[in-house]
């Protein structure tokens, strides 16, 4: 096992993440590509996803067939069609082919008569001609991408967003209109709060609350928005607002129809009793929430309760229990492409480790958490992963990677302006790293504002 000295070596050797080094992203990008050119240059093939990075490449030719010229987009989607999934569970497969349009007469077509249609349009333009439906489609598509890729959810959904607005000739009727801004603001909104942009994720909330407000039959739409609320509530540690809101929003949504935004509910009702020292309830929660996402046959929530449930147990020092759930869990979230909670189960896995004494495990699982939360632009989550790292660092008695990490961590903070209620303690850890002998109580007073991992 190596030493937690040799990991820290392995790391700096690898080097910090950036947008261009890090991810699996770009090489999907390529190979999605190539089999592109290859399908214009054959008029036909064959695509089977066995892999991890056959999926990476399956949803990389999704974003083609979605957001690239219009021949691009059609050969995309020949290509997807073309698929097959050896093992696909959770029919990722096949919500991709709804989500870029399977139903579309031209995927039916030989590759040769598809080649020979009109002019491409420029990539990111939006069609003056395309349907209400069309738009939904896309909008949910990319409220899909939260999960995945935060920061890119939210720049397409606000360039949809302006471009609508802008467009001479506008689509639907009026209340169609209503509809899809309001519903493009409640992504925007959606993918501010999962990246922590509080005060943005307020404004594009209320943004979509004035939509909703003057459409008509919009009671869904307002409940739906009533739930991002209460997470944005959670993650601003009003846990007695959550406490209080969280029963009544269930039952709205179990009046509507909707058991799953129902059981949703409780996610944020479960975190508030786990943050407010009952986490014996917390457990006993989750351990409810996931009974019913299994009888529902619903993995993604599934996945995220055992998540959550794994947190608990960890908290309330239930540490085999704890490992037991994120082992359960892992494989979960990662069939339903859930990279946030990913990120945060590893996370976790690291909490796990480090309180069973197996500090290299630990280092490992906190750096993998921290490259994730690197790639989806999640800053909170770097900054106070990069605190974590330090604390464990000093730990290790490796004082100077540790002051490394918190001078990583301080610039991200001051511009995020992330814990303006711990300014006294973020004046004493800049202090402490000036004497280069870093005040551990300031540096944990700190992290305590961030929200739990």
């Known amino acids: 096992m190596k030493s937690v000295a040799d990991l820290v070596r392995h790391w700096d050797r690898l080097g910090r993440p950036t947008p261009e080094s890090a991810p699996h992203r770009s090489t999907a990008t390529r190979r999605a590509r190539a089999l592109l050119a290859r399908a214009a240059r054959d008029n036909r093939v064959t695509f089977e996803v066995s892999s991890e990075s056959d999926k990476d490449c399956l949803y990389a030719l999704a974003d083609i067939a979605k957001t690239a010229s219009e021949s691009e987009k059609r050969l995309a989607r020949r290509v997807l069609a073309s698929a097959s999934w050896r093992d696909d569970p959770f029919g990722e497969l096949v919500d ?51 999960e995945t890729a935060p920061g890119e959810a939210r720049e397409q959904a606000e360039s949809l967003f302006r471009d609508l607005q802008e467009q001479d000739q506008p689509v639907g009727s009026a209340d169609e209109r209503v509809a899809i801004f309001g519903e493009l603001a409640l992504v925007v909104g959606t993918a501010c709060r999962v990246l922590s942009r509080r005060e943005e994720a307020r404004s594009w909330f209320s943004r979509a609350e004035a939509y909703f407000a003057s459409a008509s039959n919009a009671s869904v739409d307002l409940a739906r928005l ?51 020292s009952r986490v014996n309830e917390a457990i006993f929660m989750f351990e409810r929430v996931c009974d019913e996402a299994a009888k529902s046959n619903n993995p993604r929530l599934l996945g995220m309760g055992l998540n959550n449930l794994a947190q608990c147990h960890r908290v309330a020092g239930n540490l085999s229990a704890a490992l037991a759930c994120a082992q359960q869990g892992f494989p979960i979230l990662q069939q339903t ?64 990677q540790a002051a490394q990490e918190v001078r990583a961590a301080l610039p991200i903070i001051d511009e995020e302006q992330m814990v303006p209620e711990g300014y006294a303690a973020l004046g004493l850890l800049r202090e402490s790293l000036r004497r280069r002998q870093i005040d551990r109580t300031a540096l944990r007073e700190v992290h305590g504002y961030f929200p739990a991992g």
């Open 226 to 276: 009533g739930y991002q609320r209460l997470c944005l509530a959670a993650e601003e540690r009003h846990f007695d607002e959550v406490l209080r809101s969280a029963p009544s929003l269930a039952a709205e949504f179990r009046e509507l129809g909707l058991p799953e935004w129902a059981l949703k509910c409780r996610f944020a009702e479960g975190n508030a009793l786990r943050e407010t």
């Open 337 to 400: 492409r859930n990279r946030v909670n990913l990120m945060k189960l590893r996370w976790c896995l690291g909490d796990i480790f480090r309180e069973q004494g197996n500090v290299p495990e630990a280092m490992a699982s906190y750096r993998i958490a921290f490259c994730e939360a690197h790639d989806m632009e999640m800053r909170w989550d770097v900054a106070a992963l990069h605190l974590v790292l330090a604390d464990m660092l000093l730990d290790a008695g490796l004082d100077q």
């Open 96 to 146: 991709l082919l709804e989500s870029v349009g399977r139903r579309d007469e031209n995927l039916t077509r030989p590759m040769d008569e598809a080649s020979d249609e009109g002019p491409s349009q420029v990539a990111g333009e939006s069609d003056s001609s395309d349907s209400f439906e069309a738009l939904r489609s896309r909008t949910v598509s990319v409220f899909a991408r939260i």
